[in-house]
């Protein structure tokens, strides 16, 4: 019991101000229960220690109105009052009119300030600075001028002076221990364009302000509070860096160093009685320093930020971003390069500035640099305290630490070979195809006007003799029981009308298709694969289907030197071989990207209603996303066994996508799995798999997962999984009978996925 009364004694003693004046004289030292209050009792100055015991002393400021202490500065945050008794150590003005902090068990001082002249007095302001003041009010000494991990408005911080750099902040070492921590914060003195935050002597993060170095990215508003930033110059050699705040409690504003490295701007919320974020950096894995590696950049317009590769370039290590990307195309000195812009970016590191000059004077001075990368240029509204009013920056080598950003980015032009090989391939494309064309037509025009003359039985003869050499050579072991029955070409003519014109469905690369030969030769294979397709698609065969369509889509959009968009995913356009391996087939309406373009319109919408993604079926606009969504249909279509263009059939199932997501929402995915697969299933995996499918059909093409991801998170059980948004409903429309879109004509070696397709 008697310990427990000198831990609260103890903790009484340290905590109850026997002192409440903002300031103190020579005669009047400060010991442990005093504290300084400031005149509006926002800020407390006094000894703490951070475990409540007398082992360890300090002097600090902290928010005096505020539950739990929040220091903003420390006196001695590396040389603690340590082994002595609460008692024995004082904050004094010395005979030599200087603040000394001392443990008189040993009579040495711990800390010291700058001398002040006589009759000096040390104050607590409001604004929670800690000044030692002359008699005549000047200012001798201030802890504004020796921040410790924190900025406080109106604090001016002399970041550089002389390409020296004069102010670092340092973080503490953990929540519990105010000494100095492994992670500081310093201002770029060669550019006077960046601040640095370090871990040790490795930079970890990097801030640049280039939008208008006048205003260093102008001011943030959040919730009442508005914070205006500014970054000014002393006497052409130094940097000072100041911030102000407008709202309801100014002063319960703090920009801090934490001891995890990261920057925050945090205001008092009383609401809740906790700090709120308005600013927080890094916010990613892959926004810290050089990390997506040289010409790769950090995506943070995205939900979850990643590396990318700009534009023009390409990974170093397969889909690995994170080391860093390679041209497509090397740079040749003497050929006219092109520049691609790109917008809304974070300027990399390790620029040359050239002040004053206009945009052209920018472009030449890089353009006519065979080692210059890029560049970037800003034209300032107005100079403030610079000597320039506009400002060019120049890349040589490398772009490192870059990224895509929300807001406060800016142009940059990347420096791109004159001419690259998938334009040379369009050229070619541009010449052969209308030569190809010609060609084609005229001996499609001699071909006719040759036949035209013959004589119907000779025609019939040559039809008859090519459809017998082809029958004949799928069974050339004369074994007849084949995978497709024989079918006389007599009976053919009989079925099709010897061919008529009027039961012609249409034509495609491959030949004519009519009506009577499509019932004749279908009717039997689908009604053998109908019967047997229980037992031959069971769960493994489905998801190892899945895994391989998705697998074809990414090589479509990224693997392939080209970016192909399907435009037409379904499941008539999916085949399966005899080892049930997918092959995307029929790329009639498919579109090429070239390798800076991300997404196109078009005013002809072709495709097939259920698949088509949102966007695209009512504004025309099509990218990679869209195939994504119509995977996203194909996956939850294999899982149910139900067509997406079929829920009319089913009692209470108003849309697939919507029920998939009733049903995984309430946790019982297993009522949308196809019966005939249900038992002895992996559930998680098929929860997996459906997951992915809600993710993929997501209304925003923003939101949907790029298919390089889609793969991952199916070869990855263990990967976590974002959760998906809830779809909007669309009403079906139903495509029109016997159309395009509603029949496919598959080889005859070849098995359609359309055999999933109702129960």
Known sequence: MEKVHLQVFILLLLSSPCESDDQFTQAKPLFPGDMLISKEGVFALGFFSPTNSNESLYIGIWYHNIPDRTLVWVANRDSPITNTTPSAAKLAITDNQELALSDSTTGRPLWTTATGGAGVIAVLLSSGNFVLRSANGTAMWQSFDHPTDTILPTMRVLFSYQGHVVTRLFASKGPADPSTGDFSVSMDPSSKLQIFVWHGTRLYYRINFFSDVSAFGGSVSYATTTVIVSVSRVNEDGLYFMYTVSGDSPAFTRLSLDYTGKIRLLTWNNDTSSWTAGYERPSSGCDLYAACGPFGYCDNTESVPSCRCLDGFEPIDGHDVSRGCRRNEALVCGMEDRFVTLSGMKAPQGFMHVDNTSFDQCVTECSTNCSCTAYAYFNMSTAGAWAYTSRCLVWTGDLVDTGKVPSFGEDLYIRLAAVSHVQKKRNLVKILLPITALVLLITFTMLVLTYKHRGTRQKKKVQKRHMLQYLRSTDQAGDKNIEFPFIDFED????????????????????????????????????????????????????????????????????????????????????????????????????????????????????????????????????????????????????????????????????????AWNLWKDGKIEDLVDSSVKENCPLDEISRCIHIGLLCVQDSPNCRPLMSAVVFMLENKTSPLPIPMQPVYFARRDAKPGGANNNRVSSVNDMSLTALEGR
């Open 492 to 659: 053919i003519v009989v079925a099709t009308d010897n061919f008529s014109d009027t039961n012609m469905l249409g034509k495609g690369g491959f030949g004519k298709v009519y009506k009577g030969m499509l019932e004749g030769i279908n009717e039997v294979a689908i009604k053998r694969l109908n019967t047997a397709r229980k037992s031959m698609l069971p769960w493994p065969t489905r998801f190892k289907i899945i895994k391989g369509i998705a697998r074809g889509i990414m090589y479509l959009h990224q693997d392939s030197r080209l970016t192909i968009i399907h435009r037409d995913l379904k499941a008539s356009n999916i085949l399966l071989d005899t080892e049930m391996i997918p092959k995307i087939s029929d790329f009639g309406m498919a579109r090429i990207f070239s390798g800076d373009q991300h997404q196109a319109n078009t005013n002809r919408v072709v495709g097939t209603y259920g698949y088509m993604s949102p966007e695209y079926a009512m504004e025309g606009a099509f990218s990679v996303k869209s195939d994504t969504y119509s995977f996203g249909v194909l996956l939850l279509e294999i899982v149910s066994g139900i067509k997406i263009s079929s829920p009319h059939l089913l009692m209470d199932f108003p849309n697939l996508i919507v029920q």
